[in-house]
């Protein structure tokens, strides 16, 4: 029970002193000076209903005391409303912001130098180095998802807490594009079998594990801690920086999707490298994790199929092996990689390996999806098989 109501009980039983009505009017101001206004009003209030005369006055004041509280209160959630968007736009603003700047500097370096010798590749290579400083610099939080998971502050890895869906809950939060989540969706997906108020208490002390082991032997006294509660909801502190593998493959991506030819590739085997596995594998099974985890690996198959395009095109017969075998080791049953790889062995002049290569794939294909390859590929091996192939 709060202090106002247990001194609503006690005046009931006729167990005050008259000093506690001038108690309540004392401890109220002090309150509201000190900020507390709703305790304050709350025991002023009390207060006055127990005095021995009618004060009208002191009422009236009570009453427009409450009422500009309640516009306050209204404006104060509106202000924190707008500041959460603010710092969602702002860190959005200044990712476009990069990906602009870094395509403006490969645009003017390519025009400064466009009648020198040096090759583009170059480059191109030292405008993805410097794009990659630029975007790494160094937050106070970095976490990775396309390898094991792990959240580094200033580069010192984390201990996390040992506490299994205290972890699943911080990657849950790490992968949400706002970074949070409500009580109602923690609880359903950590504990979909206990009843409410069970679930809300596993969820309460899981959710303080965690906040420790993030806190642990870290000196910045960050203000409100690392993960916020507020309205049911919990969110990673806004203000404290957070950057992601995820964010990285992405902008890089954006940016060499912007390019063609050789201005991609520094850009595209820079993100393909991040992709060291599927995001959030400790997730695999989960059902929110799903959508984005297959998001991801088309684009990571996208851009491995233009680098291994754009290599066998130039003549790079083993970089283009690399991202076609790349494709297979991520989809065995990609027919375009197959096809690749079969051009690729013929071209290096190793057409028993191109011939073999195109017998693996469809026992692939009869295997696991019980097809034959598409007359596309067939033809391809004829081709091969006859030495009239035509690329």
Same mark, same amino acid.
């Given at each position: 029970?709060?202090?106002?109501? $247990?001194?609503?009980?006690?005046?009931?039983?006729?167990?005050?002193?008259?000093?506690?009505?001038?108690? /309540?009017?004392?401890?109220?101001?002090?309150?509201?000076?000190?900020?507390?206004?709703?305790?304050?009003?709350?025991?002023?209030?009390?207060?006055?209903?127990?005095?021995?005369?009618?004060?009208?006055?002191?009422? *009236?004041?009570? =009453?427009? /005391?409450?009422?500009?509280?309640?516009?306050?209160?209204?404006?104060?959630?509106?202000?924190?409303?707008?500041?959460?968007?603010?710092?969602?736009?702002?860190?959005?603003?200044?990712?476009?912001? #990069?990906?602009?700047?870094?395509? %403006?500097?490969?645009?003017?370096?390519?025009?400064?130098?466009?009648?020198?010798?040096?090759?583009? *590749?170059?480059?191109?290579?030292?405008?993805?180095?410097?794009?990659?400083?630029?975007?790494?610099?160094?937050?106070?939080?970095?976490?990775?998802?396309?390898?094991?998971?792990?959240?580094?502050?200033?580069?010192?890895?984390?201990?996390?807490?040992?506490?299994?869906?205290?972890?699943?809950?911080?990657?849950?939060?790490?992968?949400?594009? &706002?970074?949070?989540?409500? $009580?109602?969706?923690?609880?359903?997906?950590?504990?979909?079998?206990?009843?409410?108020?069970?679930?809300?208490?596993?969820?309460? #002390?899981?959710?303080?594990?965690?906040?420790?082991?993030?806190?642990?032997?870290?000196?910045?006294? #960050?203000?409100?801690?690392?993960? %916020?509660?507020?309205?049911? $909801?919990?969110? /990673?502190?806004?203000?404290?920086?957070?950057?992601? =593998?995820?964010?990285?493959?992405?902008?890089?991506?954006?940016?060499?999707?912007? +390019?063609?030819?050789?201005?991609?590739?520094? @850009?595209?085997?820079?993100?393909?490298?991040?992709? $060291?596995?599927?995001?959030?594998?400790?997730?695999?099974?989960? &059902?929110?994790?799903?959508?984005?985890?297959?998001?991801?690996?088309?684009?990571?198959?996208?851009?491995?199929?233009? +680098?291994?395009?754009?290599?066998?095109?130039?003549?790079?017969?083993?970089?283009?092996?690399?991202?076609?075998?790349?494709?297979?080791?991520?989809?065995?049953? &990609?027919?375009?990689?197959?096809?690749?790889?079969?051009?690729?062995?013929? +071209?290096?002049?190793?057409?028993?390996?191109?011939?073999?290569?195109?017998?693996?794939?469809?026992?692939? +294909? %009869?295997?696991?999806?019980?097809?034959?390859?598409?007359?596309?590929? #067939?033809?391809? @091996?004829?081709?091969?098989?006859?030495?009239?192939?035509?690329?």
């Amino acid at each position: 029970m709060d202090s106002t109501g $247990t001194f609503r009980q006690q005046m009931a039983m006729g167990t005050f002193e008259p000093i506690s009505v001038t108690f /309540l009017l004392r401890r109220g101001i002090e309150y509201i000076l000190q900020g507390y206004y709703a305790e304050g009003i709350a025991l002023i209030t009390l207060g006055s209903e127990h005095m021995a005369s009618d004060h009208k006055h002191l009422n *009236s004041i009570l =009453d427009t /005391l409450t009422k500009e509280y309640a516009k306050f209160r209204r404006a104060r959630q509106t202000l924190e409303e707008a500041s959460a968007c603010f710092i969602k736009a702002q860190a959005e603003l200044q990712m476009d912001i #990069v990906t602009l700047s870094t395509f %403006l500097q490969t645009l003017l370096s390519s025009m400064n130098n466009e009648n020198s010798p040096v090759p583009e *590749s170059i480059k191109h290579q030292h405008s993805v180095q410097a794009f990659t400083e630029e975007n790494q610099a160094d937050p106070v939080l970095c976490a990775t998802c396309l390898g094991p998971f792990e959240v580094r502050r200033r580069g010192v890895p984390i201990t996390l807490c040992a506490n299994r869906n205290g972890q699943a809950i911080l990657r849950y939060l790490v992968a949400q594009s &706002d970074h949070k989540a409500t $009580t109602d969706t923690l609880m359903s997906l950590m504990w979909p079998e206990d009843d409410m108020d069970t679930a809300l208490r596993k969820l309460q #002390v899981t959710v303080s594990i965690l906040r420790r082991s993030l806190q642990a032997n870290d000196v910045s006294n #960050v203000q409100g801690g690392y993960i %916020l509660y507020k309205q049911r $909801t919990y969110q /990673l502190n806004p203000s404290i920086p957070l950057r992601t =593998d995820v964010d990285e493959f992405l902008t890089l991506y954006n940016v060499g999707r912007r +390019l063609s030819d050789e201005g991609i590739v520094p @850009y595209y085997e820079r993100a393909c490298n991040l992709y $060291t596995r599927p995001f959030l594998t400790e997730d695999i099974y989960a &059902d929110w994790s799903f959508v984005q985890r297959e998001h991801l690996r088309q684009i990571h198959l996208w851009m491995c199929h233009a +680098l291994a395009e754009y290599y066998l095109k130039v003549g790079a017969y083993s970089n283009a092996t690399r991202w076609a075998t790349t494709i297979i080791e991520e989809n065995r049953c &990609d027919e375009t990689a197959h096809r690749l790889l079969m051009r690729i062995y013929f +071209l290096e002049e190793r057409r028993n390996d191109a011939l073999q290569q195109y017998h693996l794939f469809e026992q692939i +294909l %009869l295997k696991e999806l019980g097809m034959r390859p598409m007359p596309e590929t #067939v033809r391809l @091996y004829l081709a091969v098989k006859n030495g009239e192939i035509d690329l």
